[in-house]
T-cell receptor, first 116, second 116 residues
């Protein structure tokens, strides 16, 4: 598609429950990124993929967070045993190398995760 | 590491006023620079970008010039409208340090309020 799609729009989980978020990148884009936006507007980069391969995972809290991008499936971000501080909006973005030699990232509408 | 510093605001202006939102950066490589805008309850939209020194990005009356000597990318608009009220994020992507598409490093966002 021409837009990055994210599901669900809202997700509510009790502390300790699992949360799984999905992202369908724009067709033809080989890079996918996940970001976390917390209350004060701050964006934190979590992880990026080049096709199905992890490209950069330096921002991922590895003990509870995991992510995958498998062929012919939406990408996913999973949080095991959610904590209150995981409450945030999670954005997915996709990109490809353009003619100006830059990677312009297109963002999805986000998934709002509320942990109670 | 990479970082982006921008004025946080809120910045409150009257309609038709001149706007400047300052943004400075530090980067290990030769970054591409971006301004994104986030309207209430929505995801990020790319406003403009610049990929090399002295490039000027422009869109919807907004402009920003990539100044390598001062490591700045200030956003300007000559006459703002109520509809410009949003949160504006300065960001960089350090294309070459990772050999591919790095995750964006964002500033903390500037909340702009335009009063009629």
């Amino acid at each position: 598609g021409e837009e990055v799609a994210q599901t669900p729009k809202h997700l509510v989980r009790g502390e300790g429950q699992k949360a799984k978020l999905y992202c369908a990148p724009i067709k033809g884009h080989s890079y996918v990124f996940w970001y976390q936006q917390v209350l004060k507007n701050e964006f934190k980069f979590l992880i990026s993929f080049q096709n199905e391969n992890v490209f950069d995972e330096t921002g991922m809290p590895k003990e509870r967070f995991s992510a995958k991008c498998l062929p012919n499936s939406p990408c996913s971000l999973e949080i095991q045993a959610t904590k209150l501080e995981d409450s945030a909006v999670y954005f997915c973005a996709s990109s490809r190398l353009d003619s100006a030699d830059s990677y312009e990232q297109y963002f999805g509408p986000g998934t709002r995760l509320t942990v109670t | 590491g990479n970082s982006v510093t921008q004025m946080e605001g809120p910045v409150t202006l009257s309609e038709e006023a001149f706007l400047t939102i300052n943004c400075t950066y530090t980067a290990t490589g030769y970054p591409s620079l971006f301004w994104y805008v986030q309207y209430p309850g929505e995801g990020l939209q790319l406003l403009l970008k610049a990929t090399k020194a002295d490039d000027k990005g422009s869109n919807k009356g907004f402009e920003a010039t990539y100044r390598k000597e001062t490591t700045s990318f200030h956003l300007e608009k000559g006459s703002v409208q109520v509809s410009d009220s949003a949160v504006y994020f300065c960001a960089l992507s350090d294309l070459y340090s990772g050999g591919g598409a790095d995750g964006l490093t964002f500033g903390k966002g500037t909340h702009l309020i335009i009063q009629p």
